[in-house]
């Protein structure tokens, strides 16, 4: 049934005459569908090694660079808000060709996991970005291939860096390791890393379907990119959704624990085809709500061109309702507030 439409003719009864239903809030309430709450939300958070205050971030209004103070600080106020968990990315202040401050146990990212884990612990669900791309002089996601073609990332040399950095990540205490870096065979190799060291609970967070995409803008200005050219010959096409089922078996098959869509409203078609095949494997699925989607928003709000509370919830709610159960959201903290007082 839904409010304000009649209901079919019953054998011998007239059918009820169509009437408009005053659809008061506690009735929408009631039969809503679809609930986002502070607890399935990720607040992703930026630090920046030898900060001392935090630093704004041009495009992404409201967001900043974190300091280590900052960053605890930050942290702690999400888990008050009732955020579900904390999606840790470093910017360092030197890169090499390898990435080798990713490894680093005195890297920022590493510092970054061992700080908030002992501010917030096990109140919240600590993840961590496993990607080169904030690591490495030339900005792509893993190492060059030598004597090959300009640019060209080296898929399997990049999985042996990425197992190395899951070790140090989940030493460090992170709980969830994000694999944002589109390699093939790397929620595998990087599982079978784990497996061999004995650990098994570091759960692994697959970028199943990551587009490569122009809505990720902001996020280089937040890590201080320095990629010149793009990541399309490993990042996924925006033309194409099968693929992304492809990854979603092979992800799973490899054993990723959640996986993701990304960027996520321009994709809500490709998050509701990975949502239904993930329910059928029993996988729990996430969304990125990216750089750029907020940015769009945020530029919009300063121009009073959109009602931001309601745009914020309304963007949440289409992610939650196209099937992801986890939203990775710059606006966490802030929606965590909203969503308290939407029925
Ligand atoms: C890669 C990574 C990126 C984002 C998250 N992880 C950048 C990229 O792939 O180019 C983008 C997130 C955002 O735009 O908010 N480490």
């Known amino acids: 049934m839904s409010p304000g439409r009649h209901h079919p003719a019953d054998a011998g009864f007239p059918a009820a005459r169509p009437r408009r239903l005053r659809r008061t809030a506690a009735l929408r309430s009631l039969v809503a569908q679809t609930r986002p709450a502070a607890a399935d939300l990720v607040l992703p958070l930026f630090v920046k090694e030898g900060l001392r205050e935090p630093a704004p971030i041009g495009s992404m209004p409201g967001v900043v660079q974190h300091s280590r103070d900052s960053l605890r600080k930050a942290?702690?106020?999400?888990?008050?808000?009732?955020?579900?968990?904390?999606?840790?990315f470093g910017v360092p202040d030197e890169r090499d060709a390898t990435g080798s401050g990713a490894t680093d146990e005195q890297?920022?990212?590493?510092?970054?996991?061992?700080?908030?884990?002992?501010?917030?612990?096990?109140?919240?669900?600590?993840?961590?970005?496993l990607c080169l791309d904030e690591f490495t002089d030339h900005g792509h996601c893993g190492v060059l291939a030598s004597g090959g073609t300009a640019g060209t990332v080296d898929n399997d040399a990049t999985l042996?860096?990425?197992?190395?950095?899951?070790?140090?990540?989940?030493?460090?205490?992170?709980?969830?390791?994000?694999?944002?870096?589109?390699?093939?065979?790397?929620?595998?190799?990087?599982?079978?890393?784990?497996?061999?060291?004995?650990?098994?609970?570091?759960?692994?967070?697959?970028y199943t379907a990551k587009y490569a995409s122009a809505f990720y803008g902001p996020f280089r200005?937040?890590?201080?990119?320095?990629?010149?050219?793009?990541?399309?010959?490993?990042?996924?096409?925006?033309?194409?959704?099968?693929e992304a089922l492809r990854e979603l078996a092979l992800d799973v098959a490899e054993g990723a624990d959640i996986v993701m869509v990304k960027p996520a409203l321009p994709y809500l078609d490709v998050l509701r085809r990975v949502a239904d095949e993930a329910a059928v494997l029993g996988v729990p699925v996430a969304a990125y709500q990216v750089s750029g989607e907020m940015?769009?928003?945020?530029?919009?709000?300063?121009?009073?061109?959109?009602?931001?509370?309601?745009?914020?919830?309304?963007?949440?709610?289409?992610?939650?309702?196209?099937?992801?159960?986890?939203?990775l959201t710059y606006w966490a903290v802030e929606a965590a507030a909203l969503l308290r007082r939407t029925p």
């Not at 942290?75 to 840790?88: F, H, K, P």
């Not at 989940?170 to 969830?176: D, F, N, R, T």
């Not at 309601?310 to 986890?326: K, P």
């Open 160 to 206: 042996v860096r990425y197992r190395e950095m899951a070790l140090s990540q989940a030493a460090a205490g992170a709980h969830v390791l994000g694999l944002s870096g589109m390699m093939d065979g790397q929620v595998g190799a990087v599982r079978a890393a784990l497996d061999e060291a004995g650990d098994v609970d570091t759960a692994l967070l697959a």
């Open 295 to 327: 940015a769009m928003a945020e530029a919009a709000f300063a121009n009073g061109w959109l009602d931001r509370e309601r745009t914020i919830v309304e963007t949440l709610t289409a992610v939650r309702r196209a099937g992801a159960g986890i939203v």
């Open 107 to 129: 890297g920022v990212l590493n510092v970054a996991i061992r700080d908030v884990v002992a501010e917030v612990g096990d109140a919240t669900v600590v993840m961590a970005d």
């Open 221 to 242: 200005d937040a890590v201080e990119a320095t990629l010149s050219g793009d990541r399309r010959t490993y990042q996924q096409d925006p033309a194409n959704l099968d």
């Open 75 to 88: 942290s702690l106020e999400a888990v008050q808000a009732g955020v579900g968990g904390l999606m840790l």
